[in-house]
């Protein structure tokens, strides 16, 4: 299966820029990059997915290298609301079906 | 469209009784799970499905039963309610296979406290 590794926290300020990477260095070739968010009291929700290097949406942009051995999620000019647990997902599969697994993943703490 | 709904949002059960947690989607996706969240932590998966009639376990089962017997539907049992299963537990739907196409959808999920 593959891993990530995402830092358990971080602290910003509103109207900053926040960058989240995660380490996957097991990905392999078919797998896509995803990302949740995850407010309290509330299932996770997708924010973002990738392959190879840059997507962008309305709402964050997702940096992949080359060896797509990492990804950085970057979120501009962060509000309050965007105070959230953000997770790391890469492809996990059994048997050919795509199993989501999530860790611990980094939890978004934005100061006034 | 409703996405995924989980009933009840709230329980409180007693050590020893059963219950079962529902979950219904209505966007036709093959794949559905149950993860729980306890404090702190990420989501676990117990249980997941591939398809109505085929049913797996995740790194969490035991104590949990499941079955999945519609697309649509995929309830999660507590065979013998224990303290330790106080968690907060997701219901997630999405299409099967990988790839570019893997977008889970979660309910709002259910508090359950075991006394």
């Known amino acids: 299966l593959a891993k990530t590794t995402q830092p358990i926290s971080m602290d910003s300020y509103e109207g900053q820029e926040v960058n989240i990477t995660c380490s996957h260095n097991n990905i392999a070739t078919n797998d896509y990059i995803t990302w949740y968010q995850q407010f309290p009291s509330q299932g996770p929700r997708f924010i973002i997915q990738?392959?190879?290097t840059k997507v962008t949406n309305e709402v964050a942009s997702l940096f992949i290298p080359a060896d797509r051995k990492s990804s950085t999620l970057s979120l501009p000019r962060v509000s309050l609301s965007d105070t959230a647990v953000y997770y790391c997902?890469?492809?996990?599969?059994?048997?050919?079906?795509?199993?989501?697994?999530f860790g611990r993943g980094t939890s978004l703490i934005v100061h006034p | 469209n409703a996405g995924v709904t989980q009933t009840p949002k709230f329980q409180v059960l007693k050590t020893g009784q059963s219950m079962t947690l529902q979950c219904a989607q209505d966007?036709?996706?093959?794949?559905m799970s149950w993860y729980r969240q306890d404090p702190g932590m990420g989501l676990r998966l117990i249980h997941y499905?591939?398809?109505?009639?085929?049913?797996d376990q995740g790194e969490v089962p035991n104590g949990y039963n499941v079955s999945r017997s519609t697309t649509e539907d995929f309830p999660l049992r507590l065979l013998s309610a224990a303290p330790s299963q106080t968690s907060v537990y997701f219901c997630a739907s999405s299409y099967l296979f990988g790839g570019s196409d893997t977008e889970a959808f979660f309910g709002q999920g259910t508090r359950l406290t075991v006394v």
């Open positions: 997902l890469v492809g996990d599969y059994s048997g050919g079906s795509y199993i989501p697994t």
């Open positions: 499905s591939v398809g109505a009639g085929i049913t």
């Open positions: 966007m036709n996706h093959e794949y």
């Open positions: 990738g392959y190879k």
